[in-house]
């Protein structure tokens, strides 16, 4: 019996040491790419050598930090999702560009941000929600002026002006999309108010138009611009707890 147990004993020993020497290990590797992310933020804020922003230095640096700093590729599935369904494109390429942080901690993001289809888009980490959707990819969409004095710009998204929808047809589209897509925006429109002052429009390409709406309660507003064309081109979740762009 003695031997027996004394065997059982020595298994478990076995089994056991291999599981604390990786969980050891992982923690040992997470401190070191901890202090290399605190070590690339002071940098990039203080060095010299990356005060230009546009400098290769600076990117590659830049690229580090966000590469490090980022929520695991399985954790981010979900919101990458989430934005092809926003989209109406299930195979749409989504890049991941970096997350934002609160204060001087880099281990739980604060935002991530993503291009897809030359949108950028704002996400809530904690929920994998959609918070912001904009017209221009996040650090790409530039513009210059040419030497015989025209501008140039980076490539824009494709926008839909036909002339489809009235302003108030075009609420009802934005109200139906908002309710049934609950699940990647987590917003619920019932329980706010539409805000007459966040009400517009403005003429666009052709016979087209942008619309503007926002709706509002004590907690904050979401906003949204869709075009006559019944595409929503800007979204923005600013309810309390919710992270802006």
């Known amino acids: ?27 040992a590797e997470n401190n070191t790419k901890y202090a290399e992310v605190q070590q690339l933020a002071d940098a990039l804020e203080n060095d010299p050598k990356y005060k230009d922003k546009e400098s290769q230095a600076y990117k590659e640096a830049r690229n580090r930090f966000c590469l490090l700093s980022a929520r695991p590729v399985e954790q981010r599935e979900k919101a990458v999702a989430n934005i092809r369904e926003f989209l109406g494109k299930s195979t749409v390429n989504v890049d991941f560009i970096c997350s934002s942080f609160e204060g001087s901690g880099f281990t739980t993001p604060n935002t991530e941000f993503y291009n897809a289809a030359l949108f950028g888009f704002s996400i809530d980490p904690k929920t994998n929600y959609i918070v912001g959707v904009r017209t221009e990819a996040w650090e790409g969409s530039r513009w210059g002026t040419n030497e015989d004095g025209t501008r140039w710009f980076d490539p824009q998204p494709e926008y839909d002006y036909t002339p489809r929808y009235t302003q108030a047809e075009a609420q009802k589209v934005v109200e139906k999309f908002i309710a049934d897509h609950q699940g990647i925006l987590g917003v619920d429109l019932t329980q706010m108010t539409l805000d007459p002052e966040m009400v517009g429009k403005k003429p666009a390409e052709g016979n087209g138009a942008n619309y503007f709406f926002g709706w509002r309660n004590s907690k904050g507003t979401v906003s949204v611009t869709i075009t006559s064309g019944g595409q929503i081109i800007v979204y923005l979740n600013e309810i309390a707890g919710q992270p802006h762009k």
């Open 1 to 27: 019996i003695v031997l027996l147990a004394g065997l059982v004993l020595a298994v478990g020993l076995a089994v056991a040491a291999p599981r604390f020497l990786s969980n050891k290990s992982q923690k």
